[in-house]
Nanobody, 125 residues
Framework: EVQLVESGGGLVQPGGSLRLACATSGFSFGTYTMTWFRQAPGKERERVASIYPGGAATAYTDSVKGRFSISQDNAENTFYLQMNNLKPEDTAMYYC??????????????????WGQGTQVTVSS
């Protein structure tokens, strides 16, 4: 059974940093595309960042480029989202998701059938 468990969310002031973690189990870690999504109240879920099988490549939504970084630890079967210079508009519930291999439209939530429960990130002074 595939399991994804997020951690690391919280309340931070604008300009601050957080690191989210997604601990995984139940699948061959290096063979999946893994993605962080976020959803703010009243908005659609959007892709934040993806890391492709084996860490071969990464992709980011434009609004977080240069501020966020996705990475993975193969020994721990965990992937991360380092978030720096956080802004109030980054406030959302953050979810990790995983799906096997490479596939079309990795930016769409419907491409994933494995999800974590979410972790709240609030950026406010």
């Amino acid at each position: 059974e595939v399991q994804l468990v997020e951690s690391g969310g919280g309340l931070v002031q604008p300009g601050g940093s957080l690191r989210l973690a997604c601990a995984t189990s139940g699948f061959s870690f290096g063979t999946y595309t893994m993605t962080w999504f976020r959803q703010a109240p009243g908005k659609e879920r959007e892709r934040v960042a993806s890391i492709y099988p084996g860490g071969a490549a990464t992709a980011y939504t434009d609004s977080v480029k240069g501020r966020f970084s996705i990475s993975q630890d193969n020994a721990e079967n965990t992937f991360y989202l380092q978030m720096n210079n956080l802004k109030p508009e980054d406030t959302a519930m953050y979810y990790c998701a995983a799906a096997p291999g490479w596939f079309l439209q990795p930016h769409l939530p419907r491409s994933y059938n494995n999800w974590g429960q979410g972790t709240q990130v609030t950026v406010s002074s």
